[in-house]
C-alpha cells in the first residue's frame, strides 16, 4: 500500500468512453486540434466562408438587391465570423437534425440571426447565394488545413528542428563510431549525425509551408452557370477570386463541382515526408540507447516494466513511430484517393476529408512524443569513446588511402588482409603503418590518427549546420 498513489489523478469519463485515442489517451495532446478539426470546427469555418460570401456579394456596384446595408447587421455577422462559439454550433446541429443537410443548416443560421436585424430581410435569399454546398466546404477545409499548419503543425515541426539543432552543434566534437549495414565504419560525430536529420527535416518543413491552399466558389460543376444566368453582365471569374484571396487562400479556375483536391495530396505528402525522417530518427536513437551511446533519465514515479524494476524503455521514441505511423497511413490514403472524383462528383471524398484531423492528431501526438524523449536523453560519452577504442580496424580506409596517393601498390588488398575477420588494435596499425615506404610527413600523419580524431569535417558540418541550404 506504501507505494499505491494516495491522491489518485480524476478520470475524465468522457475520454475513458472516446474510441479514438486522439480524444482519448492522447487527448491533451491535441487540444490545440480540437478547435480546428472538430464537428464545431467545421462548422465555425463553414459558417465563416458564408457569411464572408454574403458581405463580399455586398461590396460589389452590380448587385443592387442588397442595398441598402444595415449599419446593425455588421455586429451580427462579425460575431458569427470572428468570435463563432459552442453554443452556435450547437444551434446548427439542432437545425441539422430537421433538414438533415449540415450546410444548408449553417445557412439557415445566418438567416435566423438576420431576423434579428431591422430592415435586413432582403439580404436573407444571398445567403449562399449561387453556390453548392461545395463552394462552402472546399473553402472550409482550406482554413481548416491552413490554420492547422500555420497554428499548430509548423510551430511544433520548429520546435523539434531547433531540439535537435541545438544537440547538433553541443555534440559536434563527440567523436562516435558509424555503423553502415550495421557493422564498424568510418567514424562521425554524434553532432553531424542529428546535423543530418535537422536538415532534411527542415527541408520538408519548407516543402510543407509552401503548398497553396486552393479554393474554388464557382458553382454546381465549375462554370458560374447560375451566376451567370442570374447577373450576366458581372465578372464573376473576378469575383470568386477577389473573394478566396480574401480569405488567405488561392482561386483554382478550373474545377468540377468539387476542387480537385490535389493541394491537399500535396500538402498530405510533405507532411508524410516529414514523419518519415522522423520515423527514421526516432529508430535511431532506439538504437543507440540499446548500444548505450544515450542514456534515459528516470522520472520519478515511472515504471519501465511490470516485472523487471531496472528497466528505463525508450518508450516515446516507440510511442512517436508508431503514431507516425498511423498518420502517414491515413496520410498517403487521403493523397492517393482525394484527388480522383467520378465525373463531376462523387461523395467518396465527404467522408474522407473528415479524418483529416484524426492524421495531423496523430502527427501532433508523435512530434510531442519525440520531444518528450529528446529532453530525456543524457550522452554516455564514455561507452561512444569505449566502442571507438575498440575499432582500430576502421582505419584501413585512411591508411589505404594514403597508400593509393603514393603509389604503393595493391593498398585495398594490403589492408585487407590485415584487417578483415582479424582483430586490429593500435600496435597492429602501428606496425603496419611504420613498415611503409611512405614520406615522413605522411607516415607521422597516419601513426597520429586514432578512430576518435578520424572524422573529417564531421565537426565542422555541424557546427555550421545554419548556414547551409
Not at 247 to 260: A, D, S
Not at 365 to 393: F, P, Q, T, Y
Amino acid at each position: 500500500m506504501a507505494n499505491t498513489p494516495k491522491t489518485p489523478a480524476p478520470v475524465n469519463l468522457s475520454q475513458l468512453m472516446a474510441i479514438s485515442p486522439a480524444d482519448g489517451r492522447y487527448a491533451s495532446r491535441c487540444d490545440g486540434l480540437r478547435p480546428i478539426f472538430s464537428e464545431f470546427g467545421l462548422i465555425r469555418f463553414r459558417t465563416l466562408v458564408e457569411v464572408q460570401w454574403l458581405r463580399h456579394l455586398a461590396e460589389d456596384a452590380g448587385i443592387d438587391e442588397l442595398k441598402p446595408w444595415p449599419a446593425a447587421i455588421n455586429p451580427v455577422l462579425e460575431a458569427l465570423a470572428t468570435d463563432f462559439k459552442a453554443e452556435d454550433a450547437a444551434e446548427v446541429k439542432g437545425i441539422e437534425a430537421v433538414t438533415n443537410h449540415d450546410v444548408k443548416a449553417v445557412e439557415y443560421l445566418i438567416k435566423n440571426r438576420i431576423d434579428t436585424v431591422a430592415d435586413a430581410e432582403h439580404l436573407k435569399e444571398f445567403v449562399h447565394f449561387a453556390c453548392t454546398s461545395e463552394d462552402i466546404n472546399n473553402l472550409a477545409y482550406a482554413l481548416m488545413l491552413q490554420e492547422a499548419r500555420e497554428k499548430v503543425l509548423l510551430p511544433l515541426m520548429d520546435k523539434v528542428i531547433a531540439v535537435i539543432n541545438d544537440m547538433a552543434k553541443t555534440y559536434a566534437g563527440q567523436s562516435m563510431l558509424s555503423r553502415t549495414h550495421g557493422q564498424t565504419a568510418s567514424p562521425t560525430t554524434l553532432g553531424k549525425e542529428l546535423a543530418n536529420v535537422a536538415h532534411r527535416l527542415a527541408r520538408q518543413r519548407k516543402q510543407l509551408a509552401a503548398v497553396e491552399p486552393l479554393g474554388k466558389i464557382n458553382g454546381a460543376v465549375g462554370n458560374f452557370n447560375a451566376h451567370v444566368v442570374a447577373y450576366p453582365d458581372l465578372d464573376w471569374s473576378g469575383i470568386a477570386e477577389r473573394f478566396i484571396a480574401s480569405l488567405g487562400l488561392v482561386g483554382n479556375p478550373y474545377t468540377t463541382q468539387i476542387e480537385p483536391h490535389d493541394w491537399i495530396a500535396e500538402y498530405c505528402d510533405a507532411l508524410a515526408r516529414f514523419n518519415t525522417i522522423m520515423v527514421d530518427f526516432c529508430r535511431d536513437i532506439w538504437g543507440y540507447i540499446s548500444l548505450g551511446y544515450f542514456k534515459q533519465r528516470p522520472v520519478a514515479g515511472e515504471v519501465g516494466s511490470s516485472t523487471m524494476p531496472h528497466k528505463v524503455n525508450p518508450i516515446d521514441f516507440e510511442n512517436a513511430e508508431g503514431n507516425m505511423g498511423v498518420a502517414n497511413a491515413l496520410l498517403g490514403h487521403f493523397a492517393a484517393k482525394l484527388p480522383i472524383s467520378r465525373w463531376q462528383r462523387d461523395l467518396t471524398d465527404s467522408t474522407v476529408l473528415r479524418n483529416l484531423g484524426v492524421a495531423v492528431s496523430h502527427v501532433v501526438i508523435a512530434l510531442e512524443a519525440g520531444l518528450k524523449g529528446m529532453g530525456k536523453l543524457e550522452v554516455n560519452a564514455a561507452r561512444i569513446d569505449a566502442d571507438l577504442d575498440s575499432s582500430w580496424e576502421v582505419l584501413a580506409e585512411p591508411v589505404q588511402t594514403v597508400m593509393r596517393r603514393y603509389g604503393i601498390e595493391n593498398p585495398y588488398e594490403k589492408l585487407k588482409a590485415l584487417t578483415r575477420g582479424q582483430t586490429v588494435n593500435a600496435e597492429t596499425l602501428k606496425v603496419f603503418i611504420e613498415s611503409l615506404e611512405l614520406p615522413d610527413a605522411a607516415r607521422d600523419q597516419l601513426l597520429a590518427l586514432s578512430p576518435a580524431s578520424y572524422v573529417g569535417l564531421a565537426e565542422e558540418l555541424a557546427r555550421t549546420l545554419d548556414d547551409k541550404p
